[in-house]
């Protein structure tokens, strides 16, 4: 292939920027000569544009997998709002209709995301199959490892569409992977000849802080003093939505300066998106909000990311504290933990997977089915899910494992009496070994939060080997102190009340309104 | 206290006749022809779909609350089925005014208000923006059709945002000072502008001090006055009637049933429809009832004969009830409920349309 314009002249055209940054140029060099790459670069380092750049340039289409759909839409709102048209986002918030026009029109998208999930939808798949897909983006790749950060069954399927997509070239990117991720993304998506493009991932302009307290209102304390202290965008992550929810009210409440929002997976459409573009444009300042508001979010002065529930992996940490600084300028991590917190977490994994009761019941089911001789699986997944009191992921779980091992095909049960008791050994197994994994992850959380050496050092150590020195202060076991901390800080929005008639007006850009720039 | 005041009213209609979660299906509106019969029968209509977002379990809570309260009390032993105390139509009676129940015109513009709402937000923020030079704004709904209905409107607007603004303005002004100024303000601080995103159900809700539910009613409920008074004089208000023009009125089929109702045109059999789809045979009836119910030439005589429909129909009157089973003990053992179900479907239809 000859490669007559410099890729910069393009980086010019479509996006602005002078120059790559750190590993983009190689990466995006590594696709257009067809090899397959993982790249692993450091959070808003810029990694969207090592596949939107092939995407514009190449012939065909570019399918991005994605894993959060609020993820997907910013990013499709970013490229059209910059004049890139041929760009679509699959998600299951579209209707039926909408869903249909997308489809017959696909082959005039360059660049489509689309979640794991619809990926393995028929319909979807049999239109691209018809398509030239060039290239098969893997974003947040660590999510296909099966010790990455959430068990979605259909990323472990991604080796048998990019088959069924007659081979396209692979890109695989993260944040947050360590060694033994890396090979399980290579491997899961069965390219062994990767090429491998890793580079440092710590952030050296975020400080990391570690604060112990008694309970939650301490911890609310604690932040109404910090936000009096400073005036700066921030987010603060919770693991439950309801606490998200009651902090944003405690805090609006407490700092009448400030203007406080939450954001989670529950909420409605319209409201996410005025949400997270209020942030996004300075009308709010402190986003109480769950991990549904994360991977992605790129807004270039967020000052302080606080975490005020344990995380339960130092992956989620590393991509959620990501959020901080992408300016380059100077930012805060802050974790607040109190002793019962330590409780939560476990929980929380216990309750994520099936347990063995699950199990029994759920192989009661089908060879209640094959007794009647119901031999093929009627019940929609809800109804299923229904029945066995199973929540959908731990019965996409149990799906996958069924069809893994030959027990369902296509919706068929196929009946061996000792395989399938084979089978349920296996699969205990497999839970039992999962719940063990993700509790030794949880230590090392428990471990750093407790740690007394460099936190820098501690948190990035099993990701890769040393890690620059902090461009401004770097931990709390390094000596950080707030008072030598100063941030840019923003100004306040006045929160004056006026009548509707005059908002209209200066909404509508009406009269004496007329010269705000 | 708005959502509270629609299920009293709700309750006091039903009178003991129908359970609770009747109610959940108007409001949500429910595409069942036993949910539109309700609303026509108990003078309800007004609320058909006007809460689109309502959770099961939200409703529950209210619902339950409204017991607490000494508003509401079981009827006898009847499962789910509530009625009014004294308590209750004294509230009522004294919140009147601040119900806004003239607002709500559900089953008129259940199917349009949220198009029409979604128009006006994005057509706002273009002009604004673009007024303003600013081309990369990020779009406050990704509605594919909205987009594509806006950018439409902006190349025939083509440079003349500033004319369009103002008779927004003069449009939306005159309407909207006709309500309580909190209503209004509702309506306005959830719009988006040049640099000025909306505020969110959950903002309102703190500003207003008002429930979230009672943010989407009044929200719904602006709209749907909105859209009435465009109605009644098209003329005084040019650009709100063009956005309402062309938004297909009908309310729209569920996409499972557009897919029955595809295969019934090539000629499938309903078994073989079923079959082919893995789905019971009683749910591409509920389908074909759909279809009748808001497809304008759907041919009921297929499915029964002439005869059988007034046979229906006189049992229909002669008993005065709309329950199915009065109905069926009724008529000749031949007709199923299904047939039942699509004469009074086909009929509902006609009536509707005659007010
Ligand atoms: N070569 C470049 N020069 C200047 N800015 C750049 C360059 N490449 C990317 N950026 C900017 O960097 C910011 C972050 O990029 P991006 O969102 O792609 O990060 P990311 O690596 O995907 O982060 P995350 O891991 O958090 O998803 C964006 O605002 C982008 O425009
Ligand atoms: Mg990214
Ligand atoms: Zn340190």
Redesign the interface.
Known sequence: MQQTIPLEDYLQRYFHFNSFRTGQKEIIQDVLEGKDVLGILPTGSGKSICYQLPAIIQEGTTIVVSPLISLM??Q???LK??NFKGVV?INSF?????RR??YTNLGSYQLIYVSPELLQQHELISHLKSMTIKLVVIDEAHCISQWGHDFRPDYLKLSETLEVLHHPTVMALSATATPEVQTDIIHSLGRPNMHKRIYPMDRENIAFCMEEVTDDVEKNERIIQLFKQFKIPALIYFTSRAVAEKTA?IL?THLPENNI??YHGG??Q??R???Q??F??G?LDIICCTSAFGMGINKSNIRLIVHYHLPLQLESYIQEVGRAGRDGNSSVGLLLFSPKDLYIPTNMIKNELPDETDLRNLFLYLKNLVTQEKMKI?ETNEQIENRLQISEIQWKFFRYQLEKHGIIKNNYIIYDEEQWNETMRLIQLIMKNRFMYKQEKLYDVFNWIHDKKCLRNQLYRNFQSGFRNATYQCCSNCGFSWNKWEPDETETNSKRIS???A????????GEFDE?? | MIFDGIILTCVSNLNGERTASSIYHLVKGKKSIQTIQDAHIYQLDKFYGIHSHLTKERFNKNLSALVTAGLLKPVGTKDGVFQLTTHAVNWLDNHREQLKIDYFHGLTYNGTANSFFLRLLLLIQTLTNTKMDHYHFIPVTDNYHVERWVKQVYRKINNNQEKALESLYIELYSILKKLPDKDASVFVDRLTGYQNYGLSTNQLSDKYNLSADDVHLILTGVIHYLLSTIQEKEGNYPILSYIVKDLDKAVQITHSASITSELLSKNYTIEQISAMRNLKINTIYDHIVELALYEANFQVDEYISQEEQEEVLTVLNNVNSYKLKDIKNSVNTNISYFQIRLVLAVNKKLLSQGD
Request: proline share 2%; charged share 20%; glycine share 0%.
């Open positions: 839409i910013d499709v709102k970013e709002a910059n986002a579209m209707n039926p209709a909408e026009t997308v009210e609006s929002a939450f909420m409605e319209l409201d998106i005025s949400i573009q209020q996004m444009n009308q009627t009548s509707w008639q908002n209209l007006k200066k909404l509508l850009l009406i705000t720039e």
